[in-house]
Structures are given as structure tokens and as C-alpha cells.
């Protein structure tokens, strides 16, 4: 659900970027006009810990739903029509595995995981391969351990290995899902 949210997301905001730099450009006669909805990101600069708290928890949610279902052991190149779930509708069906890093929140992450080499081929649903199945990749952000080891400069040696943790956000490439190509 958080994969679609995203990928909605980055459909909303191209159009938009698209028409804001044809105004600033002066393609368009008279006043720009102004955007008649709330840009998306401006709920994220106000209040960025809820938001980021509730990004965080709804991974930790999807990653819960991942380790319930059956869906991990799953690795059939076929396409199920009778499930809801795009990943299992697509021609070029994906899972999900859980790519889990100790040194990130959230140290879990689903993560797309082609199942076909080709693709399901709509007519004889059967692997085609002459196109190619391929891992779409999305920036997600994560905040990411950053250990300052005593030793280091600005910290006096004391002979013990203690890491003083701090947390930086970072943007992480995941993969989210697949698709077919030539």
C-alpha cells in the first residue's frame, strides 16, 4: 500500500513540476495561475516527525503482513487474476522479500523480487522470453546509523570501542516492483 502511495505520489508531482516550469518560463500568457490543490509535500515540512513516525510504522506494518502471509516462500513465474494485489496481476509478476539492515529505521523494508526472467506473454499467459523482466527502483527515505568511534577526530581516546549513535536521514534505493521491457 505505502509502494502505491508513492508511486501515486510521483505521478502527482510531475504534471505539477511540468506546468510550474512552462509558467516560469513564460509560456503561458498572463499570471500563472495558482495550483488549485495543496502541494503534496507541504504536510511533510510542517510536521516531519508525525509524518515520518506514521512512514515508519506503516513499513513496519507492511513488513508484519509480509512475514503472515504465504506470499515469501512464493517463487512461480505466473499470474494469478483472481488476487487484487497488483505484484500478482502484473506480466511481470514480482514478491516481496524482507531486506532487513541493522544499522537503519526501519531496519526492515519490503523489497521487490522479479519472479519471471521474461514476461507472461497476455495472450498465451505463458513466459515470454523475448522481453525482459526488471526491478523498478524508488528513493525512499530512511534514517541511517552514523557511529562516531572514539578515536575519531573530535573524541579523546579512551581505549574502549563505544559508539556514540546518531541517526541522519538518507535517501535508500529499494526495489518496488518490476516491469517489462524490450
Not at 488549485?36 to 510504522?57: C, F, I, N, V
Not at 514478491?95 to 526501519?106: E, G, K
Request: one cysteine or more; hydrophobic letters at 35%.
Amino acid at each position: 500500500q505505502l509502494l502505491l502511495c508513492i508511486f501515486t505520489f510521483a505521478m502527482v508531482l510531475v504534471p505539477e513540476a511540468k506546468d510550474q516550469s512552462k509558467a516560469a518560463k513564460g509560456r503561458r500568457r498572463g499570471p500563472a495561475r495558482p495550483p488549485t490543490a495543496t502541494p503534496a509535500l507541504a504536510w511533510a515540512l510542517d510536521d516531519s516527525y508525525t509524518s515520518m513516525a506514521d512512514y515508519e510504522h506503516s513499513i513496519q506494518d507492511m513488513v508484519r503482513q509480509l512475514r503472515n502471509s504465504s506470499e515469501v516462500g512464493d517463487t512461480k513465474c505466473q499470474v494469478n487474476l483472481r488476487l487484487w494485489r497488483s505484484n500478482r496481476r502484473s506480466l511481470s509478476p514480482w514478491a516481496y522479500s524482507i531486506n532487513h539492515d541493522a544499522t537503519r529505521i526501519p531496519a526492515d523494508m519490503p523489497e521487490a523480487r522479479c519472479l519471471c526472467t521474461g514476461c507472461i506473454n497476455p495472450f498465451t499467459m505463458q513466459e515470454d522470453r523475448t522481453m525482459a523482466s526488471i526491478p523498478i527502483y524508488s528513493r525512499l527515505p530512511v534514517r541511517r546509523l552514523l557511529c562516531q568511534v572514539p578515536g575519531e577526530v573530535g573524541h579523546k581516546p579512551s581505549g574502549k570501542k563505544k559508539c556514540h549513535k546518531k541517526y541522519q536521514m538518507v535517501m535508500e534505493t529499494i526495489a518496488v516492483g518490476c516491469t517489462c521491457i524490450f
